[in-house]
């Protein structure tokens, strides 16, 4: 059985990662702004006790160099993303050296808290490798410090206080902060899942709408009206500014692409356009599949649409045949009827094979949508499913 | 178990009140570990038998307390004892030990309050940790700070662990508003998603009534394979299919009669009202989200382009570059709305008023997701001609 669900959806891995990305830059600037505090308050420390300038400078250093770092890769990411995730890595790495070296130099146990901080900051970047990164050196430098500097962890007067005891405590809660760290990534990847399957669902939903308004023959037929009601305005438009008439050619242009005439007859007639003009205009119709007309219903649909604030923090728009308000007998319907249904099929919907439906039941994301014990049932007996719908639909399973 | 970690490693794809539950269990497992190694650590600590065995069994109910809590379905509860358990914990380590691993309490129990990524509980709950941590290290010093040790290490220990609360607690506020926006967003695209599939639907119901066939949930076929059905997994479950029974017939009657007019009967028991309300979501001849669910079933299969250049972008600009050739589209766009307006006026045989047509029919949408701000600038400039020439006139 396979153990990890892909998306319904393979095309929504880019929109997925633009997402993470647009959120990668807020973190950095918070990132930016602890690095900047820590270098201020070590300073004005090292100031206020007394140490001397040659052993403030190279601490100080290493703050400036790694805020530099961070706004040089940070202000390259505008234009080239992998330099915002070069930046998490050097940060982490950055951040985990300076709290080493401030133990190593202070020596005083004071410091060794360092190291929690340190993890709490590249927490915020939410990324697994970060995450990785940060365990290990958390680990090698608690184990570092307290195989070479065993006495540096005991206290005057710890009666219970060992080095194994803070050694575990310390892996305790690190154990905490990572599975912490691992379900809080987890949570801001539902909403990017979520909203970069929405964006596909959306394309695809607009893209059988019209097809379906096609077939059902509801699509407006006099759609070249369209293009008079705007020639006629921009007509008047162009004589209140009192300047040349610039848009009738391309809207002539438009309305023969509509009327399907030939290119090469249409670059005969308008000598001072190329191809890659007609290419280009060619978007710009406004009937059936083209992008303005998909950009039309987008529009239209977004008109009829208004949310309230109490929407935003309801569950209940997250569809599912799981849901916890449902009883079992509930959720069994449910996905009965959806099985059913899909076996049945739509008309004025594309045929689902057998293989179509299971294998996206079970191996897509779909798997978490259905009640894991009707899921169990539904996978280790599909092949008692296939013959109850053969049953009842006769010869095929399939009406 | 298995179920249980297959769930956590795959939380991206569950809804927040299933991942609630899970990080209750979670800190459950790491409270239930912590108490445990506490019995042993027990004997280092300055309280007398009485008051440790005292202690001990008191958490051990409040665990009980929260599986009870779980069980009961009640997690944001079960989150708020969770957090008094560690805080408790913490309370007794650091009271009957003063040492560097009671003090990493004071993050352990941080981490928990985090954990639950909750703005409320962790103003509450963790300032009241980090002022317990700061009066812990300025009373008890002489177990933290070792006698070579340099000067000011006291204010170190508080400086870091409040700089810790504080970053938390950025990182808590950047995430409420990461998760706001996020969910604000979906919830938009979920909205514009079921005004398509309110069409898709009147479209499918347009091609079943041309084809003369009569609906799916009055199919024969349809339901006997439905009851059958459902029959053997209830049967697998709860070895009793016979009440499933009932509820496909009852599902079966929702259709026929209506959820409302169900709703509104007098006669029908409450009960009766409620498991219909249950199924109302699952629908099939209305814009239900077991509609909703199938359609995005079946778009699965259509074929679709490979573009993936603006795939997701409704930009005009992203069509073409020129400002005459946006302003052309921005017409087109106007005029096919007001086209579809009229149709709908049309169809619901609504008359229309010489106020209505003065309405602004881009009201409710935020141009900016489509146009650039010359064309927005061009639109409102020339509201009152575009309207004159532009909206239909039928």
Redesign the interface.
Known sequence: MQ???TH??S?IE??REY?EIK?LR??NY?VSG?FF??LI?TVA?MI??NYSVASIIPIALGYLLLLIINFVLSAYGDSEYSYLKMNKYISTLGMFSIATAMIMF?????????L??AY??C??YQDMKVLIISDIYFIVVIILTVVNFP?L?????????SNF??T???I??L???S??AY??M??????????AK????????????IE??H??N?E?KN?M???D??N???K??SE?IELPN??EE??AI?KDLEANIADEKILEKYSDYDQRDLI??R??L?SNQN?????????????????KKR???S?T?????N????????K?????????????G?????K?TNE?IFS?ITGT?????ID???MK??QE?SD??DA??S????KGGT? | MK?FF?K?F??????????RK??VW?VMG?LL??TI?TIP?S????YSVLMKVITISGLFVLMGVMLLLLRF?KPLVAIQVSIIYSILLMLYYTQG?????A???F??SL??I??Y?ELFSYLVYGTLVVILGVYYTLTFR??????A??????Y??I???V??YL??L??IL??EK???D????????????????E??LY??E???Q??H?SP?YE?L??Q???F???R???E???KDGR??VN??DL?VYIHEKGLLSILDNQEISVAMKK?SN??G??L?SENT??F???????????D?DNN?KN??S?K?ED??DYN??Q???F???Y???S??IE?DREWNQIERSEDEIKVN??????LQ??FNPQVIAFYND?YD??VK??TNKK
């Open positions: 153990t990890k669900k319904a959806f095309e880019q929109y997402l959120n807020g973190k918070i602890v505090v820590m308050l420390y206020l006790t202070f020596q005083s146990p004071s410091f060794v808290p360092l929690f901080v709490c900051v927490a915020i006495e962890l005991l206290a005057q007067n710890s009666t219970g206080g005891s803070i575990l405590f310390s305790l809660f154990m905490m902060l599975i912490s379900i809080i987890k949570e801001k990847s539902f909403f990017y899942n979520q909203i929405s964006k596909e669902l959306e394309y695809r939903n607009i893209r059988l709408l379906l308004k077939k059902t509801k407006d759609f009206d369209y293009y009601h705007t006629e305005f921009l008047a438009f209140k610039i848009f391309k809207i438009l280009r205009l978007r710009l406004i992008l303005l007309a998909k950009i039309g219903v987008k529009v239209n649909k977004s008109r009829e649409s208004s949310i929407e935003i923090f569950a728009h997250f569809k599912s045949f849901k916890q308000s449902d009883t079992t007998e509930v069994i319907l449910a996905f009965v009827i959806f099985y059913v249904a899909l076996k049945k739509l008309l004025g919907m594309k689902l179509e996206t994301d779909y798997f978490y949508y894991s014990k009707v049932i539904y007996n008692v499913f109850i719908i049953d009842a639909f006769g009406s | 179920e297959r956590v795959n939380t991206e794809f569950l809804p927040m009140s299933e991942v899970i990080k979670l790491f570990f912590l190694l650590y004997t280092f600590f300055d379905s030990v003063n040492s560097f691993y003090y990493i309490f993050y352990i981490s928990i985090i954990f990524q002489e177990g933290l700070v070792t006698s040790d340099i000067t000011g290490a006291v170190i220990y400086a870091i662990l700089l810790f970053i938390n950025i990182q950047h995430n990461i998760y706001t996020l969910n604000y967003e979906w919830v938009k695209m979920n909205h514009v998603i079921h005004n398509y599939q069409d898709i479209y499918l347009d091609v079943r041309d084809a066939k799916m199919d076929e349809f006997k394979a439905a059958e059905l459902s053997f997994i209830a697998q479950i709860m009440e499933i509820l496909m599902y498991t249950m199924l979501k699952y099939l989200d077991m909703s669910m199938m359609i995005n079933f079946y778009v699965r299969f259509q679709s993936m795939r997701y409704y005009i069509l073409t005459d050739e302003i052309i589209a017409c087109l766009i005029s096919y709305i086209h579809e149709k029919i881009f009201d409710q949408v935020d997701d489509f020339n001609m575009i020439y532009m």
